[in-house]
Structures are given as structure tokens and as C-alpha cells.
């Protein structure tokens, strides 16, 4: 029989955890033939990533795997081989206590948050007792072999490569987003949280020596940048130009498109975790929005990943890329910074693809969950 895997997701912020979850799901049913059920308790924030989604369906399939919508109360369910609750969503006590009654024995795993700092290695992998003495063991995606890896379809790299290699597959995408590329530009995506720092930015590249591009798909982000143009509420198909600086607003679009996006443009801002992780695989320069935590635990999460990142970049492009990302998390002026990055150029560009391969020579998420599943029994 086929091993049976549950994922639990409580969608909370900016399509994130679903994000990650629905990435998860799609590639364990797809290339390693396990049956996946994905429990969701916000199919209005599943259909923005699936349209052709049913947000009323009590249960559905999708790509292959079965779309759950998760009740309130909870509906009793036989568990599955492998239970996975999402950076730390409460399981329901009644589908905990099936867990426990179960006569096979079942792997419960908490996917955490994605982490460069230290002190992932060590706890990756570490079990909890529980009062009802079932096991539950911590998973920590990274960046390093120590960890649990990155999320990364198994031929991602090789269908980006051919697609940025083919310049008439590009234009071909981007028109189909209602982008007309503009001949010698340098193109830019911007997904980000609210920033008040974007305004220096887009002061700097409106009064760059290179036309910019600057595709904005529909997000947080768009209200800062309407104070900075001036004009009315933007939506989608809306083109703007200041200077050196031409902005189209782009829709809402799924996963794969995204993933097309950070492929086509030479430099992309990404926020979050799940648009930061794939903006590694498109290996272009990237400028990352992480999420804000109190107490300032998010600096400790950016410096972490920097203090990796920078590994092999000279110390001019090492300082110009630290100080772009901490300016930019900051909020602060951006224009020097900026700057400081176009001195650097090439060297971040050769760096991101080397990055990028660096990471695509350790195993997946995915494959390392279902080894540590295999490993287990």
C-alpha cells in the first residue's frame, strides 16, 4: 500500500505557509508516490494559488493531491502514515488521539520556519515526548547539509535554465502577462512588504544610467508605491514611468508563473520565505523582504543568511549586498546602497547562480522528509 501523508496548514499570513505547504504536497504525490491530504482552514487563500480551485468544496483534488478543508470542529479521520503540522498549527485533540489509539505507529513531524542561524542543525531532527506518548519530531528546512534542505522540484533547474536560455520563450511569458520588454532594460520584479524605504529606491532608479523595468505584481507593496507615483488606487495592467524607471503593476498570478517572473528579470526583491527560497533557483542577484518578528528576532534571521550568502564574494561586493539588505529591512535610504550594488554587478550575478547550484547539490525537502520517514520505521 501506498504510505499516506497528512499536511496541516493554518493559513495566518501573506500566502506563505499555504504557499509552502502546497509546493510540499504537490511534489511528495508527484515524485514519490505517496497519497497526500492537505488540510486548509482558508480556501479563499488556496484559490489565489490555485484558480482552478473550488472554495467551497469539503474535499477535492488538485494536481494530485486531496484538498481538505479543515472543520471546525473537527470531523474524526483515519490518520495517515505521516502527519505533518505546518510551522507549528495546533492539530486538532480528537485527530491527536486517533494518532495515539492507531495501531501502526505514525510519524508526526512539526515543519518549522526556515532558518540559516546556528542552532538549526542541532535541532533538526530532535524528538518530543508527548503526554500521551507519541513522539513528535522538529524538521528545520536550511541551507546547509545539517538541515532539512530547501524545497526544489526535481527538475526545477534544468527547465529554468532552458527557459532563460531561450530568449522567445521569455518575451513569450512576459506578453502574456501584458509586459512588453523594453529592448536593453534592465528588468526588476518587486514583491515586498510595506516598505518605506521603496521611495529612495525608486528615486535612485528613476535617475539611474539604466532604463529599469520594474514589474510589480499585485501585493502589500502597492500602496507605498502609489504615495511615490502620486496617482489613484494601482491594479493590475497599470504602467507608470518616472525617469529611467517604467512600472507595470502584474496580477496576482500561481506558483509556476511566479517561478517564470523571477527566471525572466535580472534582479528580484522577494519577501517571506516561499518567493525568497525560489528566487534562489531563478540564480539572479535577489534582495530579500524578510518577515518582521517582535523583539527584532528577524535581524538575527537576516544576518544569519547574509554571514552564509557572502561566502566567496569580495569584500566590495560583500559590503554593497549587506548593506543594500540591511537598508532596505530597515527601511532607510536606499540610493547609496543601490548604488554601491551597480559597481558589483557581474560579480552578484556569477555569484547567485553559484550560490544557487551550491544549494541544488544537496537533497530536496521533500526527498530528505520521505528518507527521515524511511529512516524511522
Known sequence: MRVTWDIFCSVVDNYGDIGV???????????HDVTVRLWLDDLDAFTRLCPQA????????????????WPRPWQP?????????????????????????????VLWL??????????????????SLQSNGLQKFFFFPGFTAGSGGLLRERDL???????????????????????????????????????????????????????????????????DLQVWLGCAALVAGDRQQRG???????????????????????FNAVRGEDSFVRAQWAGRPLLWH????????????????????????????SAALEGLWRAWNAGETMGASWHA???????????????????????DLAAALVEFYLNWL
Open 21 to 31: 505547504t502546497w509546493r510540499l504536497a504537490r511534489q511528495l504525490a508527484g515524485e
Open 54 to 69: 473550488d472554495r467551497q468544496a469539503v474535499q477535492q483534488s488538485q494536481q494530485g493531491v486531496e484538498v481538505r478543508q
Open 77 to 105: 479521520v483515519e490518520p495517515a502514515d505521516v502527519v505533518i503540522e505546518a510551522f507549528a498549527c495546533e492539530l486538532p485533540a480528537v485527530y491527536v488521539a486517533a494518532m495515539a489509539a492507531r495501531p501502526q505507529k
Open 110 to 127: 512539526n515543519l518549522e520556519y526556515l532558518s540559516a542561524e546556528g542552532w538549526v542543525e542541532g535541532c533538526h531532527g530532535l524528538p
Open 157 to 223: 533547474l534544468d527547465q529554468r535554465r532552458a527557459f532563460q536560455a531561450d530568449s522567445l520563450a521569455c518575451e513569450a511569458f512576459l506578453q502574456g502577462l501584458g509586459v512588453e520588454p523594453i529592448a536593453g532594460a534592465r528588468r526588476v520584479s518587486l514583491f515586498a512588504y510595506e516598505n518605506r524605504g521603496l521611495a529612495s529606491w525608486l528615486d535612485a532608479l528613476a535617475a539611474g544610467l539604466h532604463v529599469t523595468q520594474l514589474l510589480v505584481p499585485e501585493g502589500r507593496i502597492l500602496a
Open 244 to 266: 529611467q524607471l517604467h512600472i507595470q503593476v502584474l496580477p496576482f498570478v500561481e506558483q509556476e508563473q511566479y517561478d517564470r517572473l523571477l527566471w525572466s528579470c535580472d
Open 290 to 317: 524578510i518577515y518582521w518578528q517582535d523583539e527584532g528576532a528577524h535581524w538575527d534571521k537576516l544576518e544569519a543568511f547574509l554571514a552564509l550568502y557572502i561566502v566567496g564574494l569580495s569584500p566590495a561586493a
Open 341 to 363: 550594488v551597480q559597481q558589483v554587478w557581474p560579480e552578484l550575478a556569477e555569484h547567485a547562480e553559484r550560490w544557487c547550484l551550491q544549494q541544488a547539490s544537496q537533497a
